[in-house]
C-alpha cells in the first residue's frame, strides 16, 4: 500500500540509469512526486512529467519525492536544491494519499499550500487523481493539469516554463488556452485532454523501484468496458492503441543507446491483452530473450497462445480481476465476463505452464457483502484447477466522483471487517490459496478525499500527525 509520509532513506541515484539525454545549464523546474521513490519511478506519469522538464532546451529537472524531506528541509534529489526556493513546481498527484502528502512537502519546505496566500512557487498538479477530482486540489494548486498531454502541449509548458521573466499573471495567462489546463477559480469549463496516438515509456532505468530494472512501455490508453466502479472506463471510454511497428522503434532506439541495458520490459494499458498486435509484440521481445510482463489482463479475449507467449517472455504468474464471484453481479458492477470465460483461461494458462495467477475481489458491493457471497466465493475458488496457486486481493469498493457509484457511501468498516473474518474462515482449509486485505482505514482515507472539496486536505491535514 502507498505510504501517507512515510519516507525512508535518500535513493542512490548511482543504481538508475536516465534512458535519454537530459538537457542542463536551463532554468530549474521542480518535478514533484508526492510518495516514496520507490511509487515514482514505476509511475510513467511522473516519468512523463520529468520528460516534459529534463527535455526542454531551457529548463533543468530537479526530482523532489518523499524522500526528498531532510530534517526541516525539502532537498532535489540531483543537485540538492531547496524546494521553498525553487519558481516552479510540477507536480504528478496519482492517488488520494499522494494530495494529503502534498500538503506535507508544502509545509515543510515553507511554502504556503494556499494559493491564494502564496506568491511563489507557481505550482501545476496532474495526474490520475487530479483528472478524477480536481477541485480537491484547486485550492492549493495555481493551475492543473487534467488528462494527458499532447506533444504541443508539452512544448508550450516548456517554453512558459523556461521564462524566467514571466510572472505568476502572464503565466496564468499563456497556461489558459493549452488543452488540458484548468485553472481553479475561473468560470472556464474542465476539459480533459486525451492526445491520440502519444504514448509514454520510462525515462530511467532505476533498481529501487516497485519494477525494478523495468522498461515501462504504454502500449494503449482508454478502456470500453466501464465497470461501475473504475475510473478509467468513465473518464477514458475511447481506446488508443500504440502501433506494434512504434512500440519496436522505441524499444530499438534504447537498445541502441544502451545495449543489453534492458532486460525486462513492463507493458501497461488498462487492458493490455485487448491490443490488436499483442502476440506479435510479445513474439518480438520473445525473440530478443527480454522478459515480458503485463499489467492485470481481461480473461475474455485470452487464448492458449497468447499465455504460451506469454510464458515465452519468462512471465511466472498473471494477474485477473473478477471483482466478485457470481457472474449476475459481475454483469450488475458492469464486469460483463462469464464464469464460464474465467475458467477457460485459467484452463488455457495452466496448460502453457502458469501455476500461478493473482484475482482482485472487491469487498462491500453487490456479490460481495453477504455470508451467501461468501460461499459464492468458495464455490467459485472450487472451479480453479487444484495445481495452481492463487493469490486473492480483497479492496473494498470506492466509490469515486465520476463513476456509476459516485452516490454511494462507503460500506460500514465494521461490515467489511465481518465480511473479510467469513472469508478467511471458509478458505482456510485451501491450501492453493493466500489471501490479502487492502488497510481499511487507507481506503476510508481516499473515499473522503476522492469525494472531497476544496477544504479537505486543509482540514485533514490538521487531524494528521506527520
Ligand atoms: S476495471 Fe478494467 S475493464 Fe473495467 S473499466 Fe476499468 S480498466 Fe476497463
Known amino acids: 500500500?502507498?505510504?501517507?509520509?512515510?519516507?525512508?532513506?535518500?535513493?542512490?541515484?548511482?543504481?538508475?540509469?536516465?534512458?535519454?539525454?537530459?538537457?542542463?545549464?536551463?532554468l530549474p523546474v521542480a518535478s514533484l512526486y508526492?510518495?516514496?521513490?520507490?511509487?515514482?519511478?514505476?509511475?510513467?506519469?511522473?516519468?512523463?512529467?520529468?520528460?516534459?522538464?529534463?527535455?526542454?532546451?531551457?529548463?533543468?529537472?530537479e526530482r523532489f519525492c518523499l524522500e526528498s524531506?531532510?530534517?526541516?528541509?525539502?532537498?532535489?534529489?540531483?543537485?540538492?536544491?531547496?524546494?521553498?526556493?525553487?519558481?516552479?513546481?510540477?507536480?504528478?498527484?496519482?492517488?488520494?494519499?499522494?494530495?494529503?502528502?502534498?500538503?506535507?512537502?508544502?509545509?515543510?519546505?515553507?511554502i504556503e499550500p494556499d494559493r491564494k496566500k502564496r506568491k511563489s512557487p507557481f505550482i501545476l498538479a496532474g495526474g490520475s487523481f487530479v483528472t478524477i477530482a480536481p477541485k480537491v486540489l484547486s485550492r492549493i494548486a495555481?493551475?492543473?493539469?487534467?488528462?494527458?498531454?499532447?506533444?504541443?502541449?508539452?512544448?508550450?509548458?516548456?517554453?512558459?516554463?523556461?521564462?524566467?521573466?514571466?510572472?505568476?499573471?502572464?503565466?496564468?495567462?499563456?497556461?489558459?488556452?493549452?488543452?488540458?489546463?484548468?485553472?481553479?477559480?475561473?468560470?472556464?469549463?474542465?476539459?480533459?485532454?486525451?492526445?491520440?496516438?502519444?504514448?509514454?515509456?520510462?525515462?530511467?532505468?532505476?533498481?529501487?523501484?516497485?519494477?525494478?530494472?523495468?522498461?515501462?512501455?504504454?502500449?494503449?490508453?482508454?478502456?470500453?468496458?466501464?465497470?461501475?466502479?473504475?475510473?478509467?472506463?468513465?473518464?477514458?471510454?475511447?481506446?488508443?492503441?500504440?502501433?506494434a511497428e512504434d512500440v519496436f522503434e522505441v524499444f530499438d532506439d534504447v537498445e541502441s543507446r544502451h545495449p543489453g541495458k534492458v532486460q525486462s520490459i513492463g507493458l501497461v494499458a488498462p487492458v493490455p491483452n485487448r491490443h490488436p498486435d499483442i502476440k506479435r509484440i510479445l513474439e518480438n521481445f520473445c525473440r530478443k530473450g527480454k522478459a515480458v510482463s503485463l499489467s492485470s489482463i481481461r480473461a475474455a479475449g485470452t487464448d492458449k497462445e497468447f499465455f504460451q507467449l506469454l510464458r515465452a517472455c519468462r512471465q511466472r504468474s498473471f494477474t485477473i480481476a473478477p471483482e466478485v464471484p457470481g457472474?449476475?453481479?459481475?454483469?450488475?458492477?458492469?464486469?460483463?465476463?462469464?464464469?464460464?470465460?474465467?475458467?477457460?483461461?485459467?484452463?488455457d494458462a495452466r496448460s502453457a505452464g502458469f501455476r500461478q495467477v493473482k484475482m482482485y475481489f472487491?469487498?462491500?458491493?453487490?456479490?460481495?457483502?453477504?455470508?451467501?457471497?461468501?460461499?459464492c466465493l468458495e464455490k467459485f475458488l472450487n472451479k480453479v484447477p487444484d495445481d495452481m496457486r492463487v493469490k486473492l486481493s480483497f479492496n473494498p469498493v470506492v466509490p469515486k466522483p465520476g463513476t456509476s457509484l459516485q452516490k454511494r457511501t462507503m460500506p460500514l468498516s465494521a461490515d467489511?471487517?465481518?465480511?473479510?473474518?467469513?472469508?478467511?474462515?471458509?478458505?482456510?482449509?485451501?491450501?492453493?490459496v493466500k489471501l490479502k486485505f487492502g488497510s481499511l482505514k487507507r481506503f476510508y482515507i481516499q473515499y473522503k478525499i476522492a469525494n472531497g472539496d476544496e477544504e479537505t486536505l486543509f482540514e485533514m491535514f490538521g487531524g494528521l500527525k506527520e
Request: with cysteine; aromatic share 8%.
Open 142 to 243: 495555481d493551475a492543473l493539469y487534467l488528462g494527458y498531454m499532447g506533444n504541443e502541449e508539452k512544448k508550450e509548458l516548456q517554453e512558459i516554463f523556461s521564462d524566467k521573466n514571466l510572472s505568476r499573471q502572464s503565466i496564468l495567462k499563456k497556461l489558459e488556452s493549452i488543452k488540458g489546463i484548468f485553472i481553479p477559480g475561473e468560470a472556464k469549463e474542465e476539459n480533459i485532454s486525451f492526445p491520440l496516438n502519444i504514448f509514454e515509456q520510462s525515462l530511467y532505468l532505476a533498481r529501487d523501484t516497485e519494477f525494478s530494472r523495468m522498461y515501462l512501455m504504454e502500449i494503449g490508453r482508454g478502456c470500453p468496458f466501464r465497470c461501475r466502479f473504475c475510473t478509467t472506463g468513465h473518464l477514458y471510454p475511447h481506446v488508443s492503441w500504440r502501433r
Open 416 to 432: 467489511i471487517k465481518n465480511l473479510m473474518k467469513q472469508i478467511r474462515k471458509s478458505l482456510s482449509r485451501k491450501t492453493n
Open 327 to 347: 457472474e449476475d453481479d459481475r454483469e450488475r458492477m458492469g464486469k460483463k465476463i462469464a464464469d464460464a470465460e474465467i475458467f477457460r483461461c485459467l484452463e
Open 34 to 61: 508526492p510518495n516514496a521513490y520507490f511509487f515514482g519511478m514505476s509511475n510513467l506519469g511522473f516519468h512523463a512529467l520529468c520528460r516534459l522538464v529534463g527535455e526542454g532546451s531551457g529548463t533543468t529537472l
Open 1 to 26: 500500500m502507498r505510504s501517507i509520509l512515510s519516507s525512508s532513506s535518500a535513493p542512490d541515484l548511482s543504481q538508475e540509469c536516465a534512458l535519454y539525454p537530459l538537457s542542463c545549464g536551463g
Open 69 to 110: 524531506m531532510k530534517g526541516k528541509q525539502v532537498r532535489s534529489l540531483e543537485r540538492g536544491f531547496d524546494l521553498g526556493r525553487m519558481r516552479i513546481i510540477l507536480a504528478t498527484v496519482s492517488y488520494e494519499e499522494d494530495s494529503l502528502n502534498l500538503m506535507h512537502i508544502l509545509r515543510r519546505a515553507g
Open 362 to 375: 472487491l469487498t462491500g458491493c453487490e456479490g460481495m457483502r453477504s455470508r451467501e457471497d461468501v460461499t
